[in-house]
Structure formats: structure tokens, C-alpha cells
């Protein structure tokens, strides 16, 4: 993992990216060196770079190089084709719209194969080699609790395993709660063990501080060069979140980002702007549709807006707009969340949820500046004064505005209950600490993956 502008991303998809721009490169090339003769070639470079830029930038956005992409959501043929589709739609606009920017039918065809081709050569390739053990960081844990075992599942739900957990240190006093054939002995020193074992990292992972940890061992670690990284940092870099389980308050006041500074307010302010205006350029003919099929499936007599209180930046309260999804009597009795299926939810509501087109009323609120385009989702204040007083640090996530999208909704499905608001809050205070125009760019565009492929939405 790399970290860019505080913002952790996986070194391997970012060298996987990188290749496989080249291999698309390399598709149209070839295949104009093949169909086009010497003497109306001179584009063929730069039309190869555009290929490339486009079926690239379609497959980052399907969340082809995703790391947190579950095997579960992969679905690689299916992402691919999608990709390759909206590829396909980009690149006969710019013909359209730039007459001599040429790609030849034939071109296009003998290049979308052999792209493809390389795609999944390229990912086989990938997935066969990337999780060899020689390729994995090897980590040692200092801990054999329950702490300690956790750590053992974080890689399960993804495809390419980025460490190995090579060993548990059980200390003095320690209830141990890792299989026993997982424990390493300390018949030398740490630091003579952690070379014999090839450790690349150490990660503290007790349940009980007062169990005394080697200080002058890992301080001899150290100094000679191995890292040693606290449960929380350790957290924060391989998954992208804020560990609740692992939460203390030394750890947020002395740790780096949750920077609020003037500079970073206007250049969010000013994205926000931006992004919106954009947005809407391309929206208004979907809310236009959307408007007007409300207004006809309620026979011309209900709203097509609904307002709903929720609770914004520093805990003030403001109304968000939405298209109305569900029937006007659909809280008659009492607040609840959404379920599967619900049956409040309207034919034309079901619909536009999917593709989260009932958020998009929410420009307005970001253009009159009680949102942002990226943040933390907007919560109803009867959720929110519960929340708070059960669910420590809840609170937190209302330090920056609300948002349109945001880092939970990205890497976390919809939310139906107390509990599922907990494990969205550790993305909430991940992007809270972390946030920068980067981030936000890079929340923006994976959204398109959520749009596309609905996720999380009822």
C-alpha cells in the first residue's frame, strides 16, 4: 500500500493499472498497423493513447482495480464487458464530435478483441502470481488474544491477499486465544527471530496493555530497520477505515489528519461548486423524466419533491431534498428505516433508487452549501440523538458536511440497523481524518461503480 495525500491505495492494482493501459495501448496499434495502410497512420499514436486513456479510466470506474472489490461483487466478465461497452460509447462521441480523430470500424473491433483478450491474460496472470507467498509482506503479531485473532480475517474478503500472518507472540499474562500451532517462540531474541522467520513488519495487537510488552526488543526492531505499526495504523492502511473495536482517544489527538484549515474549506467549497454544476449539466434530462413519471404514477395529485430533516455539519439540522420514492403515507406510523422489498416504496420509487436517482434533487443542497458532494451520508436526528449516546465517537462524523456520496457508501452496503451504522461510521471517520480533494475525486468517480452496478440501494 501507498499512501497519496493521506489516502491509502494498493501499490499492486496501481502497477496492474499500469499494465494493462499499456497492453490497450499496444490493442489499437497493433491492430491499425494491421488495417491501415502506411500513408493514413498519422494518428494511429495518439488514437492509441486516447483508446487506451478511455478503456482504462472505464475499467478503473466498474472497480477493476478496486483492492476492497469482495470475490463475492468481482464478477470480471461482467465488469469487463461494461467497461468495454461504455469505452465503445466514449470513443463513437469523440468521432462524432472530432470528424478527424479516426478510428476505422474494422479498427475498433480487431482492437476491442484484442483487448480483451489481454484483459483476461492479464488477469489471470495477475491472480496467479500476485497472492504467491514470496510476494506477500510476512507479519509478525505481538499478541495471541482476540485482538490478535481478528487480524487473521481481515484478508478474507479479498482477492489478492497483500500480507501473510507469519506468526503470534503470545506475552506473559496473555489469555490465548489463537490456535496454539500458530504461536511462535521466542527461543532467541524478536529481532534475531524476525529475521529468521523474514519478517517484513510487526503489528501490536494486545487485548490488555498491562500485559508488559518487550519495549527493548522492539525498540532493537526498530532501529534496524523493521517497522512496527499499533492495531489502529495497521487498520487504517490495510482496510481504509477507523477500527471502533481498537478506538481510543490518545490515539485521534496525537494522530495525523483531521485538518480543517481555511485552504481546504474554500478548495472543497469550490469543488463542490463545480461538481455539481457538472452533475446537472448532464442530470437534468434524468430528473426532468423522473419529475414527470412521479407526477403521473401519483395521478397528477402527489408531491414529486420530499423534504426530510437531517442532521448536517456541527450537528445543525437542515432540510435534504430528495424525488419522492415512496407513498405519502408512508410514515404514518412512525420513522423506520428501509427494508428489503419495502412495500412503501412506489413502483417509479423502486426504480430511481436503484440507480440513486432520488438523490440527485440534492445538488440544491450542496449548491446552497448545507452539503457536500463527498461526506459522510446526512442522517434523520430521531437515528442520530441514539446513536450518539450508544455508538461512541458518533458524533465525530458531523465535523465535515454531509455528502451526495461518500467513502462509506463506496466500501459498505446499505444500511438497515444500529449495527450496520457502526461499521459505516469507521468509513465515515476514515475519510473525516483523511479527506482531500484526492479522496473526493476518487469517491466521485468509483460511484459510478455503485450507480451501475446498484449497490446497496433500496
Same mark, same amino acid.
Not at 207 to 229: E, V
Not at 434 to 449: G, P, Q
Given at each position: ?139 509478525? @503479531? ?26 503470534? @507472540? ?140 437531517? @442532521? ?34 412506489t413502483r417509479v420509487g423502486a426504480i430511481i433508487r436503484k440507480f440513486r436517482i432520488d438523490e440527485l434533487p440534492q445538488i440544491f443542497n450542496v449548491l446552497s452549501g448545507e452539503m457536500s458532494f463527498v ?84
Open positions: 500500500m501507498i499512501r497519496v495525500f493521506r489516502h491509502y491505495i494498493s501499490s499492486v492494482y496501481l502497477w496492474l493499472l499500469f499494465a494493462e493501459a499499456g497492453l490497450f495501448f499496444l490493442a489499437l496499434y497493433l491492430s491499425g498497423e494491421f488495417f491501415i495502410a502506411e500513408d493514413a497512420a498519422q494518428n494511429l499514436v495518439t488514437a492509441s493513447l486516447v483508446f487506451s486513456f478511455l478503456l482504462t479510466f472505464t475499467c478503473a470506474g466498474m472497480g477493476l482495480y478496486r483492492r476492497s472489490l469482495s470475490t463475492e461483487d468481482y464478477n470480471l466478465l461482467t465488469r469487463t464487458s461494461s467497461s468495454f461497452a461504455l469505452a465503445i460509447v466514449a470513443l463513437i462521441v469523440i468521432d462524432y464530435a472530432i470528424p478527424h480523430f479516426f478510428i476505422t470500424r474494422s479498427v475498433l473491433v480487431g482492437a476491442m478483441g484484442l483487448a480483451f483478450l489481454a484483459i483476461m491474460a492479464s488477469r489471470y496472470l495477475f491472480y496467479h502470481f500476485a497472492n504467491l507467498e514470496a510476494l506477500k509482506r510476512r507479519v509478525l @503479531v505481538i499478541g495471541s488474544g482476540e485482538k490478535a485473532l481478528q487480524l487473521s480475517r481481515i484478508n478474507d474478503s479479498f482477492i489478492h491477499k497483500a500480507f501473510t500472518l507469519q506468526g503470534f @507472540v503470545c506475552l506473559p499474562g496473555e489469555i490465548c486465544t489463537v490456535p496454539k500451532d500458530w504461536l511462535t517462540p521466542l527461543d532467541t531474541s524478536l529481532l534475531q527471530t524476525a529475521e529468521r522467520l523474514g519478517i517484513d513488519e510487526i503489528v501490536i495487537a494486545v487485548d490488555d496493555k498491562r500485559c508488559g510488552l518487550p519495549l527493548n526488543a522492539l525498540l532493537d526492531c526498530k532501529m534496524s530497520g523493521l517497522p512496527i505499526l499499533d492495531l489502529m495504523s495497521f487498520y487504517e492502511r490495510e482496510q481504509c477505515l477507523i477500527s471502533l473495536d481498537n478506538l481510543y482517544p490518545a490515539w485521534l489527538i496525537f494522530s495525523d489528519g483531521f485538518a480543517q484549515d481555511g485552504l481546504r474549506k474554500f478548495s472543497k467549497r469550490l469543488f463542490d461548486i463545480l461538481a455539481s454544476l457538472l452533475l446537472f449539466s448532464v442530470a437534468w434530462p434524468f430528473m426532468a423524466i423522473t419529475g414527470l413519471a412521479i407526477y403521473l404514477e401519483s395521478s397528477c395529485k402527489g408531491p414529486i419533491f420530499y423534504r426530510q430533516t437531517r @442532521v448536517g455539519e456541527n450537528n445543525a439540522c437542515f432540510q435534504v431534498l430528495k424525488f419522492r420514492s415512496m407513498y405519502t403515507d408512508a410514515e404514518k406510523n412512525g420513522v423506520q428505516w428501509a427494508a428489503a422489498n419495502d412495500r412503501r416504496i461526506g459522510p451520508r446526512p442522517e434523520r436526528p430521531e437515528f442520530v440523538s441514539g446513536f450518539e449516546q450508544r455508538i461512541p465517537y458518533y458524533r465525530e462524523r458531523h465535523r465535515v458536511k454531509p455528502g451526495i456520496t461518500g467513502w462509506a457508501q463506496l466500501c459498505y452496503p446499505y444500511g438497515a440497523d444500529e449495527n450496520d451504522a457502526i461499521q459505516k461510521l469507521q468509513y465515515d471517520l476514515y475519510y473525516v481524518k483523511n479527506y482531500s480533494l484526492f479522496l473526493d475525486l476518487s469517491i466521485m468517480f468509483n460511484t459510478v461503480e455503485v450507480v451501475l452496478w446498484g449497490r446497496g440501494a433500496r
